[in-house]
């Protein structure tokens, strides 16, 4: 009796850990390769703006945002994304802060989006606009300032791809391109070089970092 007890005991932990390896495989092949199912851990803490999850295919994912608000550089040459990116922002982080119309302190919202208009040769400056995502309280009547612009966006498709760590300049245009390929064959397929570079992370975070790439298609 005691033999068979023990031979009960050992089927159950034999059956637990067999679901419990299915389990995390699943997890596993959800939130790892692709990367599609990952949600930025940064947006549990700061807003972000809200989307529907359409369809997901082969190395890409397709949402649809509604209406969003957005403040902007003006377009900034050079070429270098990660210098571009850091000269935008330095203008958005001023203007949070209060360097506005209103002196109006801002949240801090996620992503910060860089788009990246890419130059026509390899030693040439490419064009670059960054943008802030405009809290929903603010959005009906953002703070002007000089030098940046109020975008609103009307609903619109955006095909996405993340990628992890930290942004550079050798890593965007790889995974840009990956995306690009991941869309041919699709509806998706008709963007043009124009692609925007979403960040989610604090230059000072190492862990958890989540990216994105983003063809935007108007409604």
Not at 128 to 135: D, Q, R
Request: with cysteine; net charge neutral.
């Amino acid at each position: 009796m005691m033999m068979m007890g023990r031979l009960r005991i050992l089927k159950v932990v034999c059956a637990f850990m067999s679901l419990f390896s299915t389990l995390e495989r699943l997890s596993s092949e959800k939130t790892s390769g692709k990367g599609l199912e990952i949600y930025p851990p940064t947006c549990n803490r700061i807003e972000c703006p809200k989307f529907e999850t359409i369809q997901v295919g082969n190395g890409f994912q397709v949402r649809r945002y509604n209406s969003t608000v957005w403040i902007s550089t003006s377009p900034i040459e050079d070429i270098s994304l990660v210098q571009a990116t850091r000269t935008g922002f330095l203008q958005l982080f001023d203007y949070i802060q209060g360097k506005n119309k209103y002196q109006e302190t801002i949240e801090m919202t996620a992503p910060v989006i860089s788009q990246v208009i890419p130059s026509d040769g390899p030693f040439c400056k490419s064009t670059f606009k960054v943008s802030f995502y405009v809290p929903e309280k603010n959005q009906v009547d953002p703070p002007p300032a000089k030098g940046l612009q109020v975008e609103r966006w009307k609903p619109k498709y955006v095909a996405v791809k993340q990628f992890s760590g930290f942004v550079d300049d050798s890593n965007v245009g790889v995974e840009a391109a990956a995306l690009k390929a991941s869309l041919k064959g699709t509806v998706w397929e008709d963007a043009d070089g124009v692609y925007t570079v979403a960040q989610y992370n604090s230059p000072f975070e190492y862990d958890d970092r989540v990216n994105e790439i983003w063809f935007l298609f108007h409604l």
